[in-house]
DNA sequence: TAGTTAATTAACCAAAGAGCGAATAATCAG
DNA sequence: CTGATTATTCGCTCTTTGGTTAATTAACTA
């Protein structure tokens, strides 16, 4: 699987992608601080948690008993990346669509 | 589940992310022209196609007896927006990356 | 040392997902 | 009408995934 397959299948999930946003918008934190980002155990998010990282898409550091996440602004980064490698195709055809609605009045 | 949680879903699978990046390429296709994206069953295939079309990635037109696919650059967009909600997080922390290897000279 | 806090790993179960072959639907070509 | 083409839906199996509780690891507190 393409790292970036994984990192898209990673965010597919309402858990893990509630994880993401609050560390983007955060940013770094402990993991009981992303307990109740879903209603369920904290295994279940511990092992969200491993998804995420094996993805790529957060990082983990060890502070004393504690283990502080945060996103992976490289992850973020390969993502924009694939959007602009395609983004003659996709925006193209919005600015197509936008002047074709203009036309219309 | 979020429409971009969906999005993402869609696009964390091996397959589908091949079938929506020819279609990114090549333009819209009928689905006879996606069937060796991968070396699975046309029924599999179709499967897939479907769960794309039912997260908004692509849109299907009936011509006689062929459908024809296309990526929905509004999804696009809306994974654009996501990523712009965030930059100034991720952008920022990569920004401040760079400064630090400059300083590293 | 004993107890508490923070978080993970282990063992297990149910539901969802991805694959296949067979069957079906719809159109086209003779 | 018959047969070929294009693509889908159906019924089934197998694997993966997401959840649970219980147990474990590691560090702090008194």
Redesign the interface.
């Known amino acids: ?2 790292d ?3 990192t ?7 858990t893990r ?1 509630a994880i993401v ?1 609050r560390l ?2 955060r ?1 770094a934190l402990p993991a009981g601080d992303l307990l109740d980002v879903a209603d369920i155990s904290a295994p279940a998010i511990s092992r969200h948690l491993k998804v995420l990282r094996e993805a790529g898409l957060i990082t983990q550091t060890v502070d004393k008993q504690r283990r502080i996440y945060a ?1 992976d ?2 992850a ?2 390969s ?2 990346k694939w ?1 602009l490698d ?1 983004e003659a ?3 193209g ?2 600015d197509r ?1 936008a002047a074709a609605l203009d036309r219309e009045d």
């Open positions: 699987m393409s970036l397959v994984q898209f299948a990673a965010l597919g999930d309402a992608f946003e983007l918008i940013g996103v602004p490289a973020m980064q993502i924009e959007m395609h195709f996709w925006k055809s919005l669509l």
